[in-house]
């Protein structure tokens, strides 16, 4: 990891860089609906943020993470998200994202959550212990980009519900 970065809180001073450095993280992947800012944002605004926290090198912020929660069908308490992950293209692939992600991941524990949730990409996520299951479904959403991460000794069934606010695409 990189000797100097910081990852703390976000700030309400964040927003706009947060939103600047979703867009550029985003910018050239092909299989993003490039509205991750505008979930960032509805997220913000239904106070559905649980944790949001933002990498810093040298005073400038260079990544961003969010966590919201989700619901599982059978009243299956405490279960979260996490997304969209962002960084900059230029710092991309040097442990940036692997930082948020396992700093956010510690905080979710710290709040006794049950489990967490992402839509992403098989090779990455794996090596945090998320795992693909049939036991949990995102509706619509190919089960090999949908992985699980239970902090229990038990994995529930059902439908997973995200936040409303990843529906958010900018148009009000």
């Not at 299956?76 to 991309?92: F, H, K």
């Not at 979710?108 to 839509?119: D, I, R, T, Y």
């Not at 693909?132 to 038990?154: K, M, R």
Request: with cysteine; hydrophobic share 45%.
């Amino acid at each position: 990891m990189l000797p100097h970065l910081v990852l703390r809180d976000k700030t309400a001073a964040d927003a706009a860089v947060i939103a600047e450095v979703t867009i550029a993280a985003f910018r050239t992947l092909a299989i993003s609906n490039h509205t991750e800012q505008f979930i960032i944002e509805a997220l913000r605004n239904a106070k559905a943020l649980i944790i949001s926290l933002v990498a810093e090198l040298d005073g400038q912020v260079v990544g961003h993470i969010a966590f919201s929660p989700v619901t599982v069908s059978g009243d299956t308490p405490n279960w979260y998200a996490i997304g969209p992950v962002s960084v900059l293209p230029e710092y991309q692939r040097q442990g940036i994202g692997s930082a948020l992600i396992t700093a956010g991941l510690e905080r979710l524990k710290q709040l006794n959550a049950s489990g967490c949730c992402l839509v992403g990409h098989p090779e990455y996520y794996q090596k945090f212990g998320f795992k693909n299951t049939d036991a949990l479904v995102l509706e619509g959403i190919p089960p090999e980009v949908f992985f699980v991460l239970s902090f229990g000794a038990s994995m529930p069934h059902g439908t997973v519900c995200f936040h409303s606010a990843f529906g958010a695409d900018g148009s009000k």
